[in-house]
């Protein structure tokens, strides 16, 4: 089993930046994709980054050049570096990790979550 658990949501203004966190417990060896997703009040929760146990990485369009997708594999931690973050940007932000060999923005294919952490953009 594998647990994952955020940390590093808060509330910034327009233009600030937040760095995410999730560190990852119990059988990760096999883990070959984590990636964060987020979900805005009265919206579907949506893929924002992905990184492979390899080093690749994908994002969402919205999100491409503001925010970047990191890890520190002994820490068994991966991170979500946030900048000029705007009001849309506003969500839950859930981790997410996959054994499976391929990675993807859509959450269906992701095996383990955590519970999310909150990121409030004022403008």
């Known amino acids: 089993q594998v647990q994952l658990v955020e940390s590093g949501g808060g509330s910034v203004q327009a233009g600030g930046s937040l760095r995410l966190s999730c560190a990852a417990s119990?059988?990760?060896?096999?883990?070959?994709?984590m990636g964060w997703f987020r979900q805005a009040p009265g919206k579907d929760r949506e893929g924002v980054a992905y990184i492979t146990s390899g080093g690749s990485t994908g994002y969402a369009i919205s999100v491409k050049g503001r925010f970047t997708i990191s890890k520190d594999n002994a820490k068994n931690t991966h991170y979500l570096q946030m900048n000029s973050l705007t009001p849309e940007d506003t969500g839950m932000y859930y981790c997410?990790?996959?054994?499976?060999?391929?990675?993807?923005?859509?959450?269906?294919?992701?095996?383990?979550w955590g519970k999310g952490t909150l990121v409030t953009i004022s403008s």
């Open positions: 119990g059988y990760t060896g096999n883990m070959y994709c």
């Open positions: 997410a990790g996959r054994s499976g060999n391929y990675c993807t923005l859509k959450e269906d294919v992701m095996d383990y």
